[in-house]
């Protein structure tokens, strides 16, 4: 056996994502977690490379988060005709977790699920961040749908 076979053999032999296998995407993951976490992107990449426009996207699915949210901005750019960089996200938090009660996607912008606060928690009534339940650190936020909207100019200050 080499060398890199034998490292890799006693890498799965700890329970450890191999040094080969890294180059999918950076993660801190153990073995067991990574590969779940792999099968979940590679179903999330498939499912939207067969179906087309998702009504829930995944957004730590994704190697590159912050090139999809652009990529939101700049298709909402071109419909509307204002420059990408006269553009924000307006964020609101929707009412549930489960996508399946998603039946179709917004208009303009995203919705996107699986993200998560930690040591606080979302109280839907009052739509605000509370503290979390006791021993709970990491808490899923409910579907986030992320708008583009045209930025507000702030009034200028008189001098």
């Not at 996508?99 to 839907?124: C, I």
């Amino acid at each position: 056996m080499s060398e890199e076979v034998e490292q890799e053999m006693m890498a799965l032999s700890t329970g450890k994502v191999p040094e080969g296998w890294k180059f999918a995407y950076p993660s801190l993951l153990p073995l067991s977690s990574w590969v779940q976490d792999v099968k979940d992107r590679v179903d999330h990449l498939n499912k939207w490379g067969m179906e087309g426009s998702l009504n829930v996207y995944w957004l730590g699915g994704l190697t590159y988060p912050s090139g999809f949210l652009t990529a939101l901005l700049q298709q909402f750019s071109r419909k509307s005709g204002i420059s990408i960089d006269a553009l924000n996200f307006d964020i609101s938090v929707q009412a549930t977790t489960d996508e399946t009660q998603v039946s179709q996607p917004p208009r303009e912008g995203a919705y996107v699920n699986k993200m998560y606060l930690e040591g606080a928690a979302w109280q839907s009534e009052h739509q605000c961040l509370r503290d979390p339940d006791p021993m709970k650190l990491y808490v899923e936020m409910p579907i986030v749908h992320f708008k583009p909207v045209a930025r507000r100019r702030l009034p200028t200050e008189a001098t």
